[in-house]
């Protein structure tokens, strides 16, 4: 049994439209990014190096990292070009109403 639950995150108002916007949720630091009409989460740090990925470039479903350029799937969390090679953590989101929630374990 999981003892995830889904945490108030912001208002959906304060969304980016396709880019990141970094928020504090539960003591986290997470990136949430918006690609389109979905949302999605991620922890907001590098896995290669401290590097806050909200200050990167979205392009897509690709996150880049502002410190060495490399690449992650804002979808999963996976790496997608050097020099990261290990996964972020991510994050189910739900939009409910104007507010965004995190599921957070």
């Known amino acids: 049994m999981s003892n995830a639950i889904w945490v108030d995150a912001l208002s959906a108002d304060e969304l ?3 880019d990141v916007i970094g928020v504090l949720v539960a003591g986290r630091d ?20 401290q590097a806050r990925l909200c200050d990167g470039f979205l392009d897509g479903h690709e996150i880049e990292c502002p410190l060495h350029q490399g ?3 804002v979808r999963d969390g996976q790496p997608s070009c050097a020099p990261v090679t290990d996964a972020l953590r991510s994050y189910p989101v739900k939009v409910d109403g104007r507010r965004v929630y995190l599921q957070i374990d």
């Open 16 to 18: 980016p439209t396709d």
């Open 30 to 49: 997470i990136a949430l990014y918006t690609v389109g009409d979905a949302v999605y989460a991620t922890d907001n740090t590098c896995t290669h190096g």
């Open 71 to 73: 690449k992650f799937d």
